[in-house]
Each structure stands twice: as C-alpha cells, then as structure tokens.
C-alpha cells in the first residue's frame, strides 16, 4: 500500500478524532473534516504525524467540493482511504420526535454518507484501488425502542454499503461496515441534552404513554458503560492495511447479546425487549 492518504469525517470529537490520531501515528496522511477552528486546534495539539484538518460539513455540498479540492491538490488526485464517520443522535419514542430533527438526522447520517462518497470515489479511483470505512453501528443490526430514526439511519447504511461493495468490487475498492455497540464518546452527552430538549416540548399527556421507553434511554445514556474510542479506531486501522478485510466488524462490550437478540424470531425479540423496557 504505497498511497496512505485518508479522509476522515466528523473527527471533531468521539470515534472520528480518535482514528485521526491513532491513524497519522501509524504513518497515514490523515485528512480530518472538523467543524470549527477551535475543534482544528485541539485536534493538532495532540497530533503525532501528519494531520490535516478540514472544515467540513457533510450537508453542505460547497464544503464537500472544497475538502475534494484540497485533498486532491495535497496528494496528486489520488486517495486511499475514506472513513464515513459523522453523525447525530435522537432517542425517543416515535410519535414525540419532531419532524426536523428527524431530517436532520438522516441528513447528516445518510445523505451526508453519501455526498461524501459520492465526491471522493474519483480520487479513489485514481488511486487504482482502496478502502471506504462506513462507521454504523449494532443499530444497524436491531432496532431497540426509542431509537427508530437512528437504527433507521444505520440500517440505511448498511443498505448503501452492501450495494456499494459489490459495485466498486471491479475497481478494486473495498467497503467495510465498522458495527459498534456503546462507546464512550460526547454523543451521550450530547443526546442527554438534545433529548431533554425535545421531550421537554412533547405533549405531556402523551409522554406519559412512553415514561417506561423514555426512562430506559435516559438510564442507559447515563451510564452507557461504553468501549473506548481508541478501540474502534484501531479496529478501522485494521480494516485499512489488512489484506483482505471483513465485510463487517462488531465492536464493542457484550455486543454478541444485542447480535443474538436480532437474529431471533420477531416475536420472540419483541417479548425480550417489551420486558426490558419495562
């Protein structure tokens, strides 16, 4: 692998930043797409190696043009590697979620993904070959009460990425489904908030319908017991230079349970679930 140039999505924080650092300390040209310049700074101040940030937003399409740009200009037109990690949570019952941040979601987490790929799958070919990482998620897998926009967004794609992988076979691309379960990550944080904010404007009547879906979500975004992000990024490196990689890699605590729950019957899950939720 003589071209070890990568473009990293949403690595302001979590999963992406982690693979950016881990990834230039193992000699990769790391391309970094950030959202702000204080997240460019913090990330370069813990930078071992050659680390480029990028601003960029996956639902802009005039940020995507001028990160392929870039790039291309750093590299001679040419990538290796494109890792397909930014994006949002939602939790909560279907009924109380607004439709905006519904699309939003599914902008960033799908039409995002896409954009992305859609944009840099020239300069991967040019390179006569490579790898497309897509970040999903056990989510992608089963979808638990109170996070069906989420899985819905994961499902998705893990739908795009089996079709992509046999589309780009002949050009000697590879794709590959990175499956975490919970990581210890800011997204937590973040989610506690985001959703407070949304169940704080739900119908209160109604909310009561859902007390037992709400208050499993909070408990479990609390205290997440999540994998380190180290961990996944080092699973990512792996899919990177491994000669021939999985199509999926399930990472994480005890995610072989969720893995065995998804693959039983649908009444026999939801009896399992409806009793967890309660």
Not at 58 to 69: E, H, L, S
Not at 245 to 271: E, F, N, T
Request: net charge positive; with cysteine; glycine share 8%.
């Amino acid at each position: 692998m003589k071209n070890r140039s990568v473009l990293i999505t949403g690595a302001s924080s979590g999963i992406g930043r982690a693979c950016a650092l881990h990834l230039s300390r193992q000699g990769f040209q790391v391309f970094a797409g950030v959202r702000s310049s204080q997240d460019a700074d913090a990330l370069l101040a813990e930078a071992f190696g050659n680390i480029t940030p990028l601003f960029l937003d996956v639902t802009d399409t005039g940020a995507i043009a001028a990160a392929v740009k870039r790039v291309a200009d750093a590299t001679g037109g040419t990538l290796y590697g494109l890792i397909n990690n930014a994006g949002v949570g939602l939790g909560g019952p279907l009924e109380l979620l607004p439709g905006d941040k519904i699309s939003q979601l599914l902008k960033v987490n799908v039409l995002g993904a896409v954009a992305v790929t859609q944009a840099f799958l020239p300069l991967i070919r040019n390179n006569r070959g490579g790898r497309i990482i897509m970040i999903s998620s056990i989510s992608g897998r089963i979808a638990l009460p109170g996070l069906s926009v989420y899985a819905a967004s994961k499902f998705a794609l893990e739908a795009l990425s089996d079709a992509l992988r046999v589309e780009l076979k002949p050009f000697n691309i590879t794709v590959v489904l990175i499956e975490p379960g919970n990581v210890a990550t800011p997204i937590w944080e973040k989610s506690i908030a985001d959703n407070n904010a949304v169940m704080a404007q739900a119908d209160a009547e109604v909310k009561k319908l859902y007390a037992n879906v709400i208050q499993t979500l909070n408990k479990i975004a609390q205290n997440p017991q999540g994998i380190e992000p180290e961990h996944v990024a080092s699973i990512v490196a792996h899919a990177l230079v491994v000669k021939r990689p999985r199509s999926r890699y399930l990472v994480g605590k005890r995610i072989w349970m969720l893995w065995l729950l998804s693959r039983l019957p649908d009444g026999i899950r939801d009896w399992i679930l409806l009793r967890n939720f309660k």
